[in-house]
């Protein structure tokens, strides 16, 4: 898949087959989001894919959306380095978009997931050391429908040139 068709067909998947997303895939996934830029290329993401359905259920105590895909990553990033300007929010972020784009060119639908719940307890059932702040959850999964695109800004109403 060519680029722009990527950046433009990508759309957020909430309805998953139930279909396993083989490890391979997985790595595949994870293969993009370490190329994406990271803050002094420090790359200090980690990523920690869950299929295990007894760990889903106590995970899903906390945010039911993890019970809707086959795969979930969480994405997680170590504030041991710095904090400042949410460089780690940038970084994990920008690994993230790669994820789902290479989901999508893959043939797989993604969902970026922001409600965790209580992100302490899912910290402790994923055995996450302590410098490690929990930036989103991604589900994975085949999907059936295509999806249209939701409606978006112009580029008149979000580009300033020169000042806003
Ligand atoms: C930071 C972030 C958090 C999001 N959290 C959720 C979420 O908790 N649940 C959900 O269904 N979608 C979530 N989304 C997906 C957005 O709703 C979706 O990207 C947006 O509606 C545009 O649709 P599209 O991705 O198909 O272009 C999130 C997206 C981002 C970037």
Redesign the pocket.
């Known amino acids: 898949m060519e680029l722009q068709e990527a950046i433009f067909s ?5 309805k998953f087959k139930k279909d396993p997303v083989p490890r391979e895939v997985v790595d595949q996934i994870i293969d993009a989001a370490r190329y994406a830029p990271s803050a002094c290329n420090l790359q200090l993401w980690e990523f920690i894919a869950v299929d295990d359905p007894e760990l889903i259920d106590q995970i899903a105590e906390e945010t039911r ?1 993890i019970t809707l895909a086959p795969v979930a990553i969480f994405v997680t990033y170590s504030h041991k380095y710095t904090r400042e300007n949410l460089a780690w929010v940038q970084s994990a ?1 920008a690994a ?1 978009q790669n994820m ?1 784009l290479m989901a999508h060119d893959l043939g797989l639908g993604g ?5 965790l719940g209580n992100v302490g307890r899912i910290k402790k059932l994923l055995r996450l050391p302590e410098e490690q702040t929990v930036l ?1 959850l991604v589900l994975f999964g085949y999907y059936k429908l295509n ?1 249209r ?2 409606r ?1 800004r112009s580029i008149d109403s979000v580009l300033h040139f020169t000042e806003y």
């Open positions: 990508r759309r957020t998947v909430r959306f972020s993230v789902m969902c970026w997931v922001d409600t989103a999806l695109a939701p978006r």
